[in-house]
């Protein structure tokens, strides 16, 4: 029961460390990744209060370095996933009442546990598991998960505090109840910070999650567990379970207590889960919320007045980072023909700069993609630009499977804007370029528009403040996160909310109090002090 209205430390975004040579943080994320790439984990789902071991075991290796095995997981049956949501309803009786400063407590150690004694330990787990270099393994796997969880406390008070007005002898007020029955966590490989926010945002509302992490998440999925564990999560808050995603989703979905899905990855797997939610819409107690952050096919346009230098380097970050591999990526740019060149020299020097391989030399920039697959597909739509007439591969364009999955950064000119490259998402360091007549800025905006089924980030360079206003209004619906002289990506939680529209998702913006409001189903009380007694109203005389 409440004794107070308390203040939750104010949100402040985590610092970022520099892992220059001779830091303490270098050293310390050195050892703990010579740690665990040498040993061997055995990672067993987490149902209520067991570590459960099926037997049935998949092994995990890091993609630079694809033949070395870390470690293994176990898989789940049915029964397994039937005992998660059994788990996660039991949790709910007692988690759904506490009062809302122990879990806002909760994920405040959380956080600092995280900025603390397992910095070292969440970044090496990024690396090895994702192949992320340091600074991306620092931006995503430490700060940005520290400021998701700092943030969402504080925009968790801000919502219990938002409450009506009260007329003359009434009394008003709302509470954000949790939902209804378990919430369904689907999370993708590449942010460790996505992978930890989707069930713990919900969690923090007051939620009991059954949570799917990516196959190829599962090492860095560990260490979130146990952070979680020392942080307080009670049993049964957050249950994890990995194996085929259809039987676990079809399992999900067939509980009549299945209250949302909170979910980041494909476009086509969401759409299919969107599908078959409809078609057990029956089923359900109450009308599940789904949250999706999906695809995008995410672009930066160049205005004849804009900086060469500062185009180039908008493509290389936002086009190379990470490999590629963000949502919010670029994948296709529009150049001015006046500048086309200059811009493009200075990728290339950019490129020829990068340093590829493994992310334990923290000098590489560049290095694996998530797996096989991904490869594979990467190499098919690299072979077919060098083989078509109306594409030409000016950057890369080479790759290697022989130990990791390397893919060279690669730049592809493409003279038909509806070339394939130009549409379809590839999630990898390729990046396509179409140069456009300095004249046809207009139309080439409406280009912009009209060529992606995505809706998620974009960018536009100009040094005329006319075509930056154009440009922002032509391209009102083609990005949820728009970006003025800057690349379309990396959105900082309490700064620029994330997500898109389209085919990129509900747009329920992580990192803001949109996000967390979808995971109550608020309750107005009203109460009459001087309760009529008469059912007349004056109006009858």
């Given at each position: 029961?409440?004794?107070?209205?308390?203040?939750?430390?104010?949100?402040?975004?985590?610092?970022?460390?520099s892992y220059a040579p001779g830091t303490p943080e270098r050293a310390a994320v050195i050892?703990?990744?010579?740690?665990?790439?040498?040993?061997?984990?055995?990672?067993?789902?987490?149902?209520?209060?067991?570590?459960?071991?099926?037997?049935?075991?998949?092994?995990?290796?890091?993609?630079?370095?694809?033949?070395?095995?870390?470690?293994?997981?176990?898989?789940?049956?049915?029964?397994?996933?039937?005992?998660?949501?059994?788990?996660?309803?039991?949790?709910?009786?007692?988690?759904?009442?506490?009062?809302?400063?122990?879990?806002?407590?909760?994920?405040?150690?959380?956080?600092?546990?995280?900025?603390?004694?397992?910095?070292?330990?969440?970044?090496?787990?990024?690396?090895?598991?994702?192949?992320?270099?340091?600074?991306?393994?620092?931006?995503?796997?430490?700060?940005?998960?520290?400021?998701?969880?700092?943030?969402?406390?504080?925009?968790?008070?801000?919502?219990?505090?938002?409450?009506?007005?009260?007329?003359?002898?009434?009394?008003?007020?709302?509470?954000?109840?949790?939902?209804?029955?378990?919430?369904?966590?689907?999370?993708?490989?590449?942010?460790?910070?996505?992978?930890?926010?989707?069930?713990?945002?919900?969690?923090?509302?007051?939620?009991?999650?059954?949570?799917?992490?990516?196959?190829?998440?599962?090492?860095?999925?560990?260490?979130?567990?146990?952070?979680?564990?020392?942080?307080?999560?009670?049993?049964?808050?957050?249950?994890?379970?990995?194996?085929?995603?259809?039987?676990?989703?079809?399992?999900?979905?067939?509980?009549?207590?299945?209250?949302?899905?909170?979910?980041?990855?494909?476009?086509?797997?969401?759409?299919?889960?969107?599908?078959?939610?409809?078609?057990?819409?029956?089923?359900?107690?109450?009308?599940?919320?789904?949250?999706?952050?999906?695809g995008g096919k995410d672009f930066i346009i160049a205005h004849p007045s804009a900086d060469?230098?500062?185009?180039?380097?908008?493509?290389?970050?936002?086009?190379?980072?990470?490999?590629?591999?963000?949502?919010?990526?670029?994948?296709?740019?529009?150049?001015?023909?006046?500048?086309?060149?200059?811009?493009?020299?200075?990728?290339?020097?950019?490129?020829?700069?990068?340093?590829?391989?493994?992310?334990?030399?923290?000098?590489?920039?560049?290095?694996?993609?998530?797996?096989?697959?991904?490869?594979?597909?990467?190499?098919?739509?690299?072979?077919?630009?060098?083989?078509?007439?109306?594409?030409?591969?000016?950057?890369?364009?080479?790759?290697?499977?022989?130990?990791?999955?390397?893919?060279?950064?690669?730049?592809?000119?493409?003279?038909?804007?509806?070339?394939?490259?130009?549409?379809?998402?590839?999630?990898?360091?390729?990046?396509?370029?179409?140069?456009?007549?300095?004249?046809?800025?207009?139309?080439?905006?409406?280009?912009?528009?009209?060529?992606?089924?995505?809706?998620?980030?974009?960018?536009?360079?100009?040094?005329?403040?006319?075509a930056v206003e154009e440009a922002t209004k032509a391209l009102v619906n083609c990005a949820?996160?728009?970006?003025?002289?800057?690349?379309?990506?990396?959105?900082?939680?309490?700064?620029?909310?994330?997500?898109?529209?389209?085919?990129?998702?509900?747009?329920?913006?992580?990192?803001?109090?949109?996000?967390?409001?979808?995971?109550?189903?608020?309750?107005?009380?009203?109460?009459?002090?001087?309760?009529?007694?008469?059912?007349?109203?004056?109006?009858?005389?």
């Amino acid at each position: 029961m409440g004794k107070g209205f308390f203040q939750v430390p104010t949100a402040i975004n985590e610092t970022v460390k520099s892992y220059a040579p001779g830091t303490p943080e270098r050293a310390a994320v050195i050892a703990q990744y010579e740690t665990y790439f040498n040993g061997n984990v055995d990672v067993p789902m987490y149902i209520g209060s067991e570590e459960v071991r099926t037997g049935n075991t998949n092994t995990m290796s890091p993609p630079h370095d694809h033949k070395h095995i870390v470690g293994t997981y176990h898989l789940a049956e049915k029964k397994h996933v039937t005992h998660a949501i059994e788990n996660a309803l039991e949790a709910r009786k007692k988690w759904s009442q506490i009062a809302w400063e122990e879990r806002a407590a909760i994920f405040l150690k959380a956080a600092e546990l995280i900025a603390g004694p397992y910095r070292a330990k969440i970044n090496a787990a990024t690396m090895i598991a994702q192949s992320k270099n340091v600074h991306q393994a620092e931006i995503d796997a430490s700060c940005e998960l520290i400021d998701f969880l700092r943030f969402n406390v504080e925009f968790m008070s801000q919502i219990y505090a938002e409450q009506p007005d009260s007329g003359e002898g009434v009394w008003n007020r709302v509470e954000y109840r949790p939902l209804e029955g378990f919430v369904y966590a689907i999370t993708p490989f590449n942010f460790t910070a996505i992978a930890a926010n989707l069930p713990a945002s919900a969690a923090m509302m007051g939620n009991a999650v059954v949570w799917k992490p990516s196959d190829s998440q599962i090492f860095s999925a560990k260490v979130l567990v146990d952070i979680f564990k020392e942080a307080g999560v009670p049993d049964g808050v957050i249950n994890v379970v990995y194996g085929d995603p259809v039987m676990i989703t079809d399992t999900v979905l067939e509980s009549p207590d299945f209250a949302g899905v909170h979910f980041t990855g494909s476009t086509y797997v969401f759409k299919e889960l969107w599908k078959k939610i409809g078609n057990k819409i029956h089923t359900y107690k109450t009308y599940p919320k789904i949250v999706g952050e999906t695809g995008g096919k995410d672009f930066i346009i160049a205005h004849p007045s804009a900086d060469p230098k500062q185009v180039a380097t908008g493509i290389t970050r936002g086009a190379f980072e990470f490999q590629g591999q963000k949502c919010s990526a670029a994948s296709r740019a529009y150049l001015p023909k006046s500048m086309a060149d200059e811009v493009l020299n200075y990728v290339k020097e950019d490129v020829a700069s990068f340093k590829m391989g493994s992310p334990a030399d923290l000098g590489n920039y560049i290095t694996a993609v998530i797996h096989e697959g991904s490869f594979d597909k990467l190499a098919k739509y690299i072979d077919q630009a060098k083989a078509d007439a109306d594409a030409e591969v000016i950057i890369g364009g080479n790759y290697d499977k022989s130990k990791g999955y390397f893919i060279e950064p690669t730049v592809i000119v493409a003279k038909d804007p509806k070339y394939t490259t130009m549409e379809t998402e590839l999630f990898g360091p390729v990046m396509t370029v179409y140069v456009y007549d300095d004249a046809d800025w207009s139309e080439t905006l409406q280009l912009v528009d009209q060529t992606s089924e995505y809706a998620l980030t974009g960018a536009v360079f100009s040094r005329d403040r006319y075509a930056v206003e154009e440009a922002t209004k032509a391209l009102v619906n083609c990005a949820g996160n728009f970006y003025v002289n800057d690349k379309p990506t990396g959105a900082v939680v309490g700064q620029q909310p994330f997500g898109g529209a389209r085919a990129s998702g509900t747009n329920d913006k992580a990192g803001s109090p949109q996000n967390l409001l979808r995971w109550v189903s608020p309750r107005l009380i009203k109460e009459t002090f001087v309760t009529p007694i008469d059912y007349r109203y004056p109006f009858l005389g």
